[in-house]
């Protein structure tokens, strides 16, 4: 893999189902893993940062995983809510720059 | 109060002109960032600081200049502006390079 790549690319979901999405990124020359949440009219806000192989993240009903060996990456959401519609980036750090994936958009459905 | 902020919010200009933004953090951060975010709403690196010095300039044509006056704030000027410099400009901070990311509002540049 060359590039940081995201999928699928937009999801409907219904409120209170559980969902989750995958990024892909190389894993040479590889530092950390970021994953960021952006809202519709608002700028990136990050959710995690993970460096280890297996390093697992939460915050309330999102959670992520890594494994830095094949080069990927998950993102969980628990119990969807309305406000949990957004697009998710995660981006790699390697060579000393952030290389962001191109989402994947997430619309919760009431 | 507002940790990175950019100005203007938004910026509409003829072809040809030469136009600034201003980026300002402050939280303290030794390292600041300007990304395009071009037409299929993709994030790309153009420009990374670490306190005042230049640390990646990714193949950004010459007609675009960034100033770091001091480490709080990350300027971005465009000279000679084209119809594909249109794009929604933000900047970020962070506290290290490899730390999460802190992102402005953007400006949305409109090249006419």
């Not at chain 2, 002109?17 to 201003?22: G, L, V």
């Amino acid at each position: 893999i060359l590039n940081v790549e995201q999928s699928p690319q937009s999801l409907h979901v219904q409120e209170g189902d559980s969902t989750n999405f995958t990024c892909s990124f190389p894993s040479s020359n590889f530092y950390a893993l970021h994953w960021y949440r952006w809202e519709t009219a608002k700028s990136p806000k990050a959710l995690f940062v993970m460096t280890l192989n297996g390093d697992e993240k939460k915050k309330g009903r999102i959670s992520a995983t890594l494994n830095t060996k094949e080069g990927y990456s998950y993102l969980y959401i628990k119990g969807s809510q309305p406000e949990d519609s957004a697009t998710y980036l995660c981006a790699s750090f390697g060579n000393e720059k952030l290389t962001f994936g191109t989402g994947t958009r997430l619309t919760i459905i009431p | 109060d507002t940790a990175v902020s950019q100005t203007p919010k938004y910026l509409v200009t003829q072809m040809g002109n030469d136009k600034s933004i201003k980026c300002e953090q402050n939280l303290g951060h030794d390292t600041m960032y300007w990304y395009k975010q071009d037409s299929k709403k993709f994030l790309k690196i153009m420009f990374s600081y670490n306190n005042k010095e230049l640390i990646i300039n990714e193949t950004v044509p010459n007609r675009f200049s960034p100033k770091s006056p001091d480490k709080a704030h990350l300027n971005l000027h465009i000279n000679s502006l084209e119809l594909g410099d249109s794009a929604v400009y933000f900047c970020a901070s962070s506290a290290q390079r490899r730390n999460e990311q802190f992102f402005g509002p953007g400006t949305r540049l409109t090249v006419l």
